[in-house]
Nanobody, 124 residues
Framework: QVQLVESGGGLVQAGGSLRLSCSVS????????MGWFRQAPGKEREFVAA????????YYADSVKGRFTISRDNAKNTVYLQMNSLKPEDTAVYYC?????????????????WGQGTQVTVSS
């Protein structure tokens, strides 16, 4: 069965950095676009970043552009989210998602599989 397992979340001070990882099994990982979403308390789950099947195309939400970097290692079936210059408003549960397509998507309903999420808390 398909499994997506996020790791790397935690508590960090504003201005700090974290790197999230998402390990994927049960899929032909190298054929799938991947994305990261986040959900803050009381808010809808929102798009953060996406990467195409080979990693040649990436796309970011305006709120994280220039601070976050999505990447993937197809040999390790893993996608990453490097988060720098973190702000308190980045506090949320971060979810990894897999799309049964090669091109990127930015909408929740474009993704077919989801991880359980990892908490990121940024203190001011």
């Amino acid at each position: 069965q398909v499994q997506l397992v996020e790791s790397g979340g935690g508590l960090v001070q504003a201005g700090g950095s974290l790197r999230l990882s998402c390990s994927v099994s049960g899929l032909t990982f190298s054929s799938n676009a991947m994305g990261w979403f986040r959900q803050a308390p009381g808010k809808e789950r929102e798009f953060v970043a996406a990467i195409s099947w080979r990693g040649g195309i990436t796309y970011y939400a305006d709120s994280v552009k220039g601070r976050f970097t999505i990447s993937r290692d197809n040999a390790k079936n893993t996608v990453y989210l490097q988060m720098n210059s973190l702000k308190p408003e980045d506090t949320a549960v971060y979810y990894c998602a897999a799309r049964i397509a090669r091109g990127i998507g930015t909408m929740r309903n474009e993704y077919d599989y989801w991880g359980q999420g990892t908490q990121v808390t940024v203190s001011s």
